[in-house]
């Protein structure tokens, strides 16, 4: 009878795993095919491009991309070692926890452009160039990556400077990183979110409150004024980080009542592959923010009208895709007033 029992729970978990793995492919579909729509869009509306709000948009869409492209493989293949109990297993969920902690950083980027054209929206047009916007993307993602990793980097260093028991790459590494990885992710990496979150909670409690005052201004009909682009700008990075805040939560959470002495049978259960499953959505659910916005709907369909033609065979005479995609100066002047 206990037998069977184990036989039963063994299906059981076999189906919820394969579930879970459906799910993730899924997932990996919409996450890489919604951001690369709107990197593609960013990229062939050059007035678009020029604007660092979009900057920091395609950014955030790149490192999302590269999260469905190469964080949930290298989840799938973890999770897999980690049921065979394999000890290499903690090097294929580094790519999601440094990926993670780059979109944090690229949305305090984001928060930190939003206060700074509601504070100071003069200076804001004269010193937020595009070539800026660049290079703050260019660093905040480097010490994102940086600071994400720095848990193995950690471990590796101890690898090279302390002796341990195990001859094996594989299981030396898990030792320093049971040691000396996991209190780097813990006072790093955790610190750093929640501090983050703080942070941001109170730049946009700023924000909104200059903007209430400034609607009473404008009943007023004052001379100061806050770029109603900038407005909405800001209230769809609202939208964003508080997407991320709730998909982030739960993996807190888990990571603080982790307990289990069994580390494979506890991260394969069905809650932890929900949770999982959650923190990852986040990269998906950006692209359908953006989308709010009616303009926005209009040039992803005129982009994937571009894409859809690239692999259809055009025949002669009248080019039916370029004549669909022509967008009027207008187009692009209403974009200007919306998100992403």
């Known amino acids: 009878m206990e037998a069977l029992n184990k036989t039963e729970e063994s299906y059981t978990s076999d189906e919820i795993f394969i579930t879970f793995i459906i799910c993730l492919l899924l997932l ?12 593609f869009t960013v990229y062939r509306n050059s007035s678009l491009a020029k604007k660092p ?46 990926l993670v902690t780059m979109s944090l950083s690229n949305l305090l980027l984001m ?12 200076r804001y047009m004269v010193w937020m160039t595009a070539g800026r916007a660049v290079k703050l993307c260019c ?4 010490v994102g990556f940086v600071v994400g990793s720095a848990s193995n980097m950690v471990s590796f260093g101890a690898e090279l400077l302390l002796d341990s028991n195990y001859t094996s790459m594989c299981d030396r590494h898990l030792e320093m990183y049971n040691i000396y990885g996991v209190l780097v992710l813990a006072y790093l990496n955790i610190n750093m979110t929640i501090l983050s979150v703080v942070i941001m909670f109170f730049c946009y409690s700023y924000i909104f409150v200059r903007a209430r005052r400034h609607m009473k201004e404008r009943a007023l009909r004052t001379d100061k004024q ?43 259960t ?10 990852l ?60």
């Open 28 to 39: 990996m579909f919409l996450i890489t095919f919604g951001n690369l729509l709107v990197l």
């Open 53 to 98: 709000i979009y900057i920091f948009t395609a950014s955030l869409a790149l490192v999302d991309f590269t999260t469905g492209l190469i964080g949930i493989p290298s989840l799938v293949i973890g999770k897999i070692k980690l049921l065979e109990q394999n000890s290499c297993s903690v090097f294929y969920f580094v790519p999601v926890v440094v």
């Open 111 to 122: 928060t930190a452009d939003r206060l700074f054209a509601i504070r100071f929206p003069l």
């Open 139 to 142: 660093i905040v993602n480097v």
């Open 226 to 268: 806050i770029n109603t682009f900038d407005l909405k700008a800001t209230k769809t990075t609202v939208t964003i980080v508080i997407a991320f805040i709730i998909c982030l939560l739960p993996k807190g959470i888990q990571e603080y009542i982790n307990e289990s002495p069994d580390q494979a049978s506890f991260m394969n």
């Open 270 to 279: 069905w809650p932890c592959l929900i949770v999982d499953l959650l923190i």
């Open 281 to 340: 959505s986040n990269s998906m659910l950006n692209p359908f923010i953006y989308s709010r916005n009616k303009t926005v709907r209009k040039l992803y369909k005129q982009s994937l009208i571009v894409i859809i033609s690239k692999f259809k065979i055009n025949k002669p005479g009248i080019n039916q895709a370029d004549t669909s995609v022509m967008k009027s100066q207008s187009d692009i002047h209403t974009m200007e007033s919306a998100i992403q």
